[in-house]
């Protein structure tokens, strides 16, 4: 074989290794519904339903977190969050959650909000909050940034 050969199907096994990798790992996002069939972690977007009260008392518990959401179905469900409480939640126009339906609740790993930017009207700002954050004694919790 030609040298020039060897090299054409090396670049084309990464190439289709490349495409494998992007397929599996590309994730389109879902309703409560579809993860309370699939139970897997998956990603769900909605809006956080405003008329009901969000849950959170640090001083019982400092990671935990929970609140009502709407999915893209309109589909309301309670969501837990292992985690302090994501600053400026309520100002979220939309939310996107990662992690999976545990009986009637879903459970996020990560809450992903898109805010009004306070700095100017047409754009959004994005605020990232996981549970993977750490904390020091004495000091308050925070999210990623």
Known sequence: MKKSSVIGIIIIAIAIAMIVVIYTDSSTYSTFTEAKEKQTELYVVGVLNKEKDLHY???????????????????????????AKPQDIERSEQIVLTGKMVGDEFHASKILMKCPSKYNEDEVEVIEASTASTTVPGMPATGNR
Request: proline content about 4%.
């Open 57 to 83: 008392e640090p001083k019982v518990d400092a990671n935990h977190f929970s609140f009502y959401m709407y999915d893209n179905d309109s589909t309301e469900c309670r969501v837990v969050f292992r985690g």
